[in-house]
């Protein structure tokens, strides 16, 4: 399984982005979805996951501003972050896998100025 994200850049503090992750391969059991994001010195942490059946999780602390959805038909599942702020910098990954998050996509930067 291979997973494309794309999306990253730079976004000025209190707008939004959409992430996307595409994955390709034997992608016939990912059921789960989800993004991490791993922001400069820290360690990677959960924004949110979706199941096949389109049912999300968030992180208790991405609640609110992150969205995360997901098209089966593309096998490519989003995030949608508004009101960004300076301390969502970070290298946004995607990841998949049939229960949790086994295979990883190589991440995008997203990087928000003031």
């Known amino acids: 399984v291979q997973l494309q994200a794309s999306g990253g850049g730079l976004v000025q503090a209190g707008g939004s982005r959409r992430l996307s992750c595409r994955a390709s391969g034997m992608i016939w059991n990912l059921n789960f979805m989800g993004w991490y994001r791993q922001a400069p010195g820290q360690q990677r942490e959960l924004v949110a996951s979706i199941t096949s059946s389109g049912e999300p999780t968030y992180a208790d602390s991405m609640k609110g501003r992150f969205t995360i959805s997901r098209d089966n038909a593309m096998n490519t599942v989003y995030l949608q972050i508004d009101g960004l702020k300076l301390e969502d910098t970070a290298v946004y990954y995607c990841?998949?896998?049939?229960?949790?998050?086994?295979?990883w996509g190589k991440g995008t930067l997203v990087t928000v100025s003031s």
């Open positions: 990841s998949a896998g049939m229960m949790g998050p086994r295979y």
